[in-house]
């Protein structure tokens, strides 16, 4: 038997208060891919059949190259946000969980590491 009373309890188990902050980066990041995507697929659609000294002349362009790693950034920045949720609402072994987050996490960091390096390659180094 405790001599707490409910409340006392409860203190201490409810909100981190990072669950909101995670929502709203989700949405801007959401927010964000739309017109980039929309710029994305329009830019693939305009070069298609095209050659690769064509497409690294469209990448060389500063607002292409820009866009293009805009992209990339919050493509993966929105895809780890939502892997992490599921990974946190699914897995219930606490060292599995926190493994499964590290895990993916970095690699989400090096896939788009290796992504933004590719782009700055191509329009910089051609």
Request: proline share 2%; with cysteine; glycine share 8%.
């Amino acid at each position: 038997m405790s001599l707490r009373n409910p409340l006392a309890r409860a203190r201490g188990l409810g909100s981190a208060k990072e669950g909101v902050h995670h929502w709203w980066m989700q949405r801007v990041t959401a927010a964000a891919m739309v017109p980039l995507t929309l710029w994305f697929v329009i830019s693939i659609i305009a070069h298609l059949g095209a050659g690769r000294l064509e497409i690294v002349g469209w990448l060389s362009s500063p607002v292409s190259a820009a866009l293009m790693i805009a992209f990339l950034v919050a493509l993966f920045w929105h895809a780890k946000l939502g892997l992490q949720v599921v990974i946190e609402d699914y897995v219930h072994n606490e060292a599995v969980k926190v493994a499964s987050l590290t895990a993916m996490t970095f690699a989400v960091i090096i896939v788009g590491l290796a992504c933004v390096v590719s782009v700055l390659k191509l329009a910089f180094g051609g």
